[in-house]
């Protein structure tokens, strides 16, 4: 249990640092939509750099509890992640290449899952 606590913790922290690429995919619509003059530009990158903040502060405190190598190869899920929000809220296409790279990345996490 204590394991599953651990990893849980984990992929929360990569799931929040895809909330980075999401604020910025925002912010550079606002500049294209209305330019420098938009408020919600400003508003975006302001949540990306608290996002990254957040994150970096959560990364630390969660990579202590794991093998350096297994932390950052889940954190190669962030790529999971970011194209699940590619999908659901700016309404993008997956082709099949990024449908076998998703797969990769997933095998490969469980690769190193199964040997920590």
């Known amino acids: 249990m204590e394991k599953a606590k651990k990893y849980i913790q984990l992929h929360l922290n990569i799931l929040l640092f895809s909330l980075t690429g ?39 405190k969660v990579i202590k509890k794991f093998e350096l190598s297994t932390a950052y190869a889940n954190k190669s899920v962030y790529l999971i992640w970011s194209q699940l929000w590619a999908v659901l809220i700016f309404h993008e296409n997956l082709s ?13 996490v469980m690769v190193v899952q199964k040997y920590e």
């Open 96 to 108: 099949a290449r990024n449908i076998v790279g998703m797969l990769v990345v997933f095998v490969g």
């Open 22 to 60: 999401i604020f910025s995919k925002l912010a550079g619509m606002q500049y294209n939509q209305s330019g420098i003059d938009s408020p919600w530009l400003y508003v975006f990158l302001g949540l990306m750099i608290l996002d990254c903040g957040i994150y970096a502060l959560a990364w630390q």
